[in-house]
């Protein structure tokens, strides 16, 4: 109905932002008439959320011009933003910063390369940064998952940890189910999505590549694909970060150290 | 050697202590203990609560680092040794069993398998017969009592071979029948092996069951070394 009323691309969607918006505030409404009161953040976290997308939709209309290299320096930014997110969700282990910059990047970069060298990413910029964005995302999400679960484990096994320790076994044998565990953990989301992916959910990238006029068949091969390098890349991410922590979690003298188990 | 002075085989000093000190946050949890132990003695360690038996204890299995002083095995500075090695030569049993989820077999096998070696036939079922517990190979330790999860975890703690015996406060988890049965457990197998023991304990009447020496220790520093039999005058 609006695009009868609006001719112009870019009014368009300033409408549909305010249709949208004014949902929203629908919602709150109702939400408000059930003693939930989340005017105040709702309404920030919308109208944030709009200049937000707005602002990197402008600069990527700028940046889309640039030379191809701006993408690997954006990707960059991206990771060491989702490393800064990934360890203040992993408060309370010391290095998680580094260990989440290195889990990311390994992780997700590994994949991003290896997919474009492949031909599977398109190398323009208009491919390679929302794609790369959305495995840098993932990573990130399950990094810290991963991360939070070590730290848990670490902390309720302190007596068990000794225990094997005192047995003369090695650091990473006493500590390997809890590794495993904390693999499993940023895993098992990546794995749920692969099993309710076009039957729970139909996935952005595919929605948008369909409204855009792609071949709706490809469009969901193209989908799987961008799964598929998520899972890969959320499921590096989690061994190199955990196995990072794991080293930091004992001294040279394979004593369990304090910081980690805070 | 001439006997009496101190030289004899069995008074060559199996364990020792130089300055021994961690000190944590500003807190010197252990505090300058120079101690020294010798081959096939028991010795208790006590003291109040917060007076640094544990510390000291987990120090000697390396489990802490010092922050200050060593540690002598058998006149090695136990930094010259591997921290695996110095753990399985001295044993350390914890104030809880914390067995690993699994059988009780599987808990035995865990020392000897973390080294690369699999325990010769029947060394299990011995070992289990040893602590009281025979036929209990198999047995989930998720079904154990507290008490034959202590014996399980001495067994487990034994199955590795060690030459000296760190006991954390072994009985203080159980109940009143089952710690004079440990107790008795532990005083035998001591014997047996011909072990040099160090018991944490917090009742000096323990002290004077297992022991041939106690040591007493407050705030971190020992105050006195004196033969058990002489506890009564013991501060």
Redesign the interface.
């Known amino acids: 109905m609006l695009a009868r009323f609006f001719a112009d691309t870019l009014q368009l969607g300033v409408a549909q932002a305010v249709v949208t918006f004014a949902l929203a505030l629908v919602v709150v409404y109702v939400a408000r008439r059930q003693g939930i009161h989340l005017e105040r953040e709702s309404i920030v976290a919308l109208v944030r959320g709009f200049i937000q997308i707005v602002a990197v939709g402008s600069v990527l209309v700028f940046l889309f011009r640039g030379p191809s290299w701006v993408s690997v320096f954006i990707l960059l930014l991206m990771t060491l933003a989702a490393a800064g997110t990934a360890a203040r969700r992993a408060r309370g282990i010391s290095g998680a910063f580094v260990i989440s910059f290195y889990g990311i990047a390994g992780g997700a970069g590994s994949v991003i390369v290896l997919m474009t060298w492949l031909g599977a990413i398109d190398p323009r910029m208009a491919s390679l940064i929302p794609v790369g964005s959305m495995v840098i995302a993932s990573a990130m999400n399950s990094n810290a998952v991963a991360l939070e679960r070590f730290r848990a484990e670490m902390k309720s096994r302190v ?2 940890i ?9 650091p990473d ?1 006493v500590v390997a189910p809890y590794v495993q565990a904390a693999v499993g953990a940023g895993m098992i989301p990546r794995i749920d999505t692969l099993r309710a992916l076009g039957i729970v959910w139909i996935p952005g990238l595919m929605a948008g590549m369909i409204l855009a006029g792609s071949d709706p068949v490809y469009a969901a091969i193209y989908q799987f694909v961008v799964v598929g390098m998520i899972f890969a890349a959320s499921g590096l991410t989690s061994v190199i970060s955990t196995l990072l922590i794991r080293g930091r979690a004992f ?1 040279p ?4 150290q304090l910081s980690v188990q805070v | 050697m001439p006997e009496g002075d101190g030289t004899s085989e069995r008074m060559i000093a199996v364990l020792r202590t130089e300055h021994l000190t961690r000190v944590v946050e500003g807190r010197a949890l252990v505090d300058d203990v120079g101690l020294s132990i010798e081959r096939g003695e028991v010795v208790a360690i006590v003291g109040p609560s917060g007076s640094g038996k544990t510390s000291l204890l987990r120090l000697l299995n390396r489990l802490d680092e010092p922050t200050g002083g060593t540690v002598f095995y058998e006149e090695q500075d136990y930094r010259e040794i591997a921290p695996r090695e110095l753990r399985r030569r001295a044993g350390m049993l914890l104030q809880q069993p914390y067995l690993f989820p699994g059988t009780v077999a599987a808990n035995l096998a865990y020392g000897p398998a973390a080294h690369g070696e699999r325990l010769p036939e029947g060394v299990i079922s011995d070992l289990l017969q040893r602590v009281g517990l025979p036929g209990y190979d198999d047995r989930d330790v998720s079904r154990l009592s507290g008490g034959e999860a202590q014996r399980v975890s001495l067994a487990r703690t034994l199955a590795n071979g060690p030459d000296v015996l760190l006991l954390d406060e072994p009985t203080s988890a159980l109940d009143e029948s089952s710690q004079l049965g440990v107790e008795e457990l532990i005083c035998r197998i001591i014997g047996e092996r011909d072990l040099t023991c160090l018991i944490v304990t917090h009742d000096r009447a323990q002290a004077v069951r297992m022991a041939g020496r106690a040591v007493v220790l407050e705030a971190g520093r020992v105050v006195e070394s004196i033969p058990t039999s002489e506890m009564k005058h013991a501060r």
Do not use: N, Y
């Not at chain 1, 003298?253 to 369990?256: F, I, T």
């Open positions: 007596g068990f000794e225990a094997g320790l005192a047995l003369g076994a090695a044998r001294s003298a394979e004593q369990l």
